[in-house]
């Protein structure tokens, strides 16, 4: 399933008990229901048919990046997000601009403030000449 991502399979080694912050997961929509209602204390998003992210609530994208603003005394407003899949939702909104790529799924798309082409297709440099950044 991970080869369908397009994306290389990192090497994971094997677990000695250190600190977990997310687990990706490959399951079925039965599986990710089960685990929605045992996992009451974590969130769960998706990034691709069958494939998942399990973290601790207040963990996230969102939050990640409201705890570097924060750091650097930036208001979100000032911030632009990119993103193409259900995982990316919050930080959108949560970004002055939320930009979904072309290649994204609908409900990236409906949380975004403006869509871009598709990532193949130059969506990022596309979307940052819209808005007059280079």
């Not at 975004?112 to 082409?117: E, N, S, V």
Request: negative net charge.
């Amino acid at each position: 399933h991970w080869n369908e991502t397009n994306s290389a399979l990192p090497d994971i080694g094997q677990y000695k008990g250190e600190r977990i912050y997310q687990i990706t997961a490959f399951v079925t929509d039965r599986e990710r229901e089960v685990l929605e209602k045992t996992l009451d204390y974590c969130t769960i998003t998706s990034w691709a048919p069958g494939a998942i992210d399990i973290f601790a609530k207040g963990g996230g994208k969102m939050n990640a990046i409201k705890h570097v603003l924060d750091q650097y005394n930036i208001k979100p407003e000032e911030c632009m997000a990119f993103g193409d899949a259900e995982n990316d939702v919050n930080m959108l909104k949560y970004c002055g601009i939320g930009v979904a790529l072309g290649n994204g799924n609908d409900a990236c798309k409906a949380a975004a403030d403006y869509i871009t082409t598709d990532i193949e297709d130059d969506g990022i440099l596309n979307a940052l000449k819209h808005f007059n950044i280079i």
